[in-house]
């Protein structure tokens, strides 16, 4: 079993930056890649960004150059570093791990960020 825990959402004006993080537990050394989502209001949930064990990050075209996915050296936490926020990134994101042989998908609560004026 894996716990994901997210924070760091808020209101900020277009422009700006926020670092939302991902506090893992349980059996963190069973995860194989942790990634971002996002629902925005109305939409589907879409990925962000992944990042895998090995250190690849993928990015979906419309993040790239504005966010950063990392992971602390513990790998018990997991961040995204988002800059030059835009109104279309406003949503609740959400924290994905995937782990096991199989593997098993672990969903964390989310975190709201509202990108206005």
């Known amino acids: 079993q894996v716990q994901l825990v997210e924070s760091g959402g808020g209101l900020v004006q277009p422009g700006g930056s926020l670092r939302l993080s991902c506090a893992v537990s349980g059996n963190i050394y069973s995860i194989n890649r942790m990634g971002w989502y996002r629902r925005a209001p109305g939409k589907e949930r879409e990925r962000v960004a992944f990042?895998?064990?090995?250190?690849?990050?993928v990015y979906e075209d419309s993040v790239k150059g504005r966010f950063t996915i990392s992971r602390n050296n513990a790998r018990n936490t997991l961040y995204l570093q988002m800059n030059s926020l835009k109104s279309e990134d406003t949503a609740v994101y959400y924290c994905?791990?995937?782990?096991?042989?199989?593997?098993?998908?672990?969903w964390g609560e989310g975190t709201q960020v509202t990108v206005s004026s």
């Open positions: 990042i895998s064990n090995g250190g690849t990050t």
């Open positions: 994905k791990a995937e782990a096991g042989p199989y593997p098993t998908s672990y």
